[in-house]
């Protein structure tokens, strides 16, 4: 899962951007005030004061509540009644308070280098350490649980949302910072940090582990986004993204260090209606490397597409599928983000995009009102055997993942649910390993 440090000065601009717009949102005015007492045309005022459109696709309650936190083009809501919000006094504002406990109690056939997140580039390989291992190991965690605030509201430039989520989620059993949300949206244009245009959150499977299968597009980052409808059918939503986000270009670090040049690119298109959704998108990147003992530099086309969707079969049992490959992505994929896999130097020294293909499917069953269960699989593949001497003989080549897990919706909020796991890690010297999980998790969020 790939996930990218805020630098101080990030941190600082995101904190100053949302202090700047949640001020202009408390000051703005799309009424002077509200009566003292209640009446019909008050009431309608209020009404109108966040009529949002409405989500035609199912909420598939994942546990990270991505869905609910990702920033949608027109500012759509799974609930038009918006639950859980409270009104600013005085203002047509709003604003809502998170806050989600989450708890895992793991048994994983060998250890791995994430031990509390089943990420299948990580089992050890033969010749490795820990690929002998015979015993079981037993992990419990309480840090995917996470904490939100988030504005809503109307101005005189369209709809107003400032959201920050944050979880403690690590990939061992230490809390840490783990930023998930900190942007700001102002009608069709999202600043901040948020998912990557190139993903899609509503084609994520729901699975227990936090990492989620190999082959899923997944990166948060700082993005300067706009998105624009693209017809007025209800039946039928249309959508175009544009996006600049930032770079980070992940090369081997031995003689010489990522470079980045220009912003990634990113274009999407997507079509949604209470049958599911489709969604493809295309990245384009400068992957660069500078030599650390010479004035050299090195710079390759990084390009890719991934195409994802999600159909709901009776609107009740759903299908989500994702395809995505290219060269010089692989920091947007969940194996390989953040690794050093985008570009590595040949023979010659040259710089080499490296080429990216995978695919996963997962299938949701919903058994009965409260129970219900998720089937996933994944596969993967970068090509660079021919980079041996740069990435190690024991870099990652290939890797499977397939999951399938039982969860119950106890009470509004409260889930509990039971997942078993298998993953195979295949590296360049042609070597391999697998390993097993069985997951418990509970999470109640309010």
Same mark, same amino acid.
């Given at each position: ?17 949302l202090?700047?717009?949640s001020t ?5 005015r799309?009424q ?9 045309d008050?009431?309608?005022v209020?009404?109108?004061?966040l009529k ?12 990270p509540n991505t869905?609910?936190f990702?920033?949608?083009?027109d ?5 038009k009644?918006?639950p859980g919000y409270?009104k ?7 604003v809502?308070?998170?806050?989600a406990?989450t ?16 990420t299948?580039s ?9 690929h002998?291992?015979s015993?079981a190991q037993t ?5 995917p649980?996470d ?6 509201g109307?101005t005189d430039?369209?709809p ?17 910072i ?8 102002l009608?069709g244009?999202?600043?901040g940090?948020?998912?990557s ?14 990492e989620?299968?190999n ?8 993005? +300067?986004?706009y998105?624009?409808?693209?017809n007025h ?6 959508f ?22 220009v912003p990634d690119?990113?274009?999407s298109w997507?079509a949604e209606?209470?049958?599911?959704h489709?969604?493809?998108a295309?990245?384009v990147?400068?992957v ?7 004035d050299?530099s090195?710079?390759?086309?990084g390009?890719?597409?991934?195409l994802t969707?999600?159909?709901?079969l ?12 290219g ?10 983000g953040d690794?050093q896999?985008?570009?590595a130097p040949?023979e010659?020294g040259s +710089?080499d995009a ?6 996963y499917?997962?299938?949701?069953y919903?058994?009965t009102e409260m ?10 593949k ?13 870099g990652?080549r290939?890797?499977q993942?397939?999951s399938l ?11 509990a649910?039971l997942?078993?796991?298998w993953g195979?890690?295949r590296?360049?010297n042609?070597?391999?390993g697998?390993?097993?999980?069985v ?6 969020r309010y």
């Amino acid at each position: 899962m790939t996930l990218k440090p805020l630098s101080p000065t990030f941190r600082r601009g995101a904190i100053a951007l949302l202090s700047a717009l949640s001020t202009v949102a408390w000051e703005a005015r799309a009424q002077p005030s509200e009566p003292d007492a209640p009446t019909a045309d008050s009431k309608e005022v209020e009404d109108e004061a966040l009529k949002l459109p409405v989500l035609p696709f199912l909420d598939l309650g994942l546990l990270p509540n991505t869905q609910h936190f990702t920033p949608r083009p027109d500012h759509a809501v799974f609930d038009k009644t918006l639950p859980g919000y409270f009104k600013i006094p005085s203002t047509h504002f709003f604003v809502k308070l998170g806050v989600a406990a989450t708890t895992n109690f793991m048994v994983t056939s060998k250890l791995l280098e994430t031990p509390t997140w089943f990420t299948t580039s990580a089992i050890p390989v033969r010749g490795q350490e820990f690929h002998e291992s015979s015993g079981a190991q037993t992990t419990a965690t309480a840090n995917p649980s996470d904490v939100s605030i988030e504005f809503r509201g109307q101005t005189d430039l369209g709809p107003m949302r400032l959201l920050f989520n944050t979880s403690f989620a690590q990939p061992h059993t230490s809390f840490g910072i783990h930023p998930n949300y900190a942007y700001a949206q102002l009608g069709g244009f999202v600043a901040g940090f948020a998912d990557s245009t190139f993903a899609d959150v509503d084609a994520y499977p729901k699975t227990l582990d936090f990492e989620g299968p190999n082959a899923l597009v997944f990166m948060k980052h700082a993005v +300067l986004r706009y998105g624009h409808r693209l017809n007025h059918d209800e039946h039928l939503r249309m959508f175009l993204q544009v996006a600049l986000e930032q770079p980070g270009s992940n090369v081997p670090t031995s003689g010489q260090a990522p470079r980045d040049i220009v912003p990634d690119g990113v274009v999407s298109w997507r079509a949604e209606g209470p049958w599911g959704h489709l969604q493809l998108a295309g990245l384009v990147r400068a992957v660069s490397s500078q030599a650390t003992e010479r004035d050299s530099s090195d710079t390759v086309l990084g390009i890719g597409g991934n195409l994802t969707g999600a159909y709901h079969l009776g609107h009740k049992h759903t299908l989500q599928v994702g395809i995505t490959g290219g060269q010089g992505i692989a920091a947007y994929v969940n194996d390989t983000g953040d690794s050093q896999y985008d570009a590595a130097p040949d023979e010659d020294g040259s +710089l080499d995009a490296l080429p990216v293909l995978g695919g996963y499917v997962g299938f949701m069953y919903e058994w009965t009102e409260m129970l219900s269960s998720t089937a996933t699989y994944g596969w993967l593949k970068v090509w660079d055997r021919d980079h041996e001497e740069a990435l190690g003989a024991t870099g990652f080549r290939r890797s499977q993942y397939a999951s399938l897990n039982l969860v119950a919706d106890l009470i509004e909020g409260a889930q509990a649910g039971l997942e078993g796991l298998w993953g195979y890690n295949r590296a360049i010297n042609s070597r391999s390993g697998q390993a097993f999980r069985v997951q418990f998790t509970f999470q109640y969020r309010y």
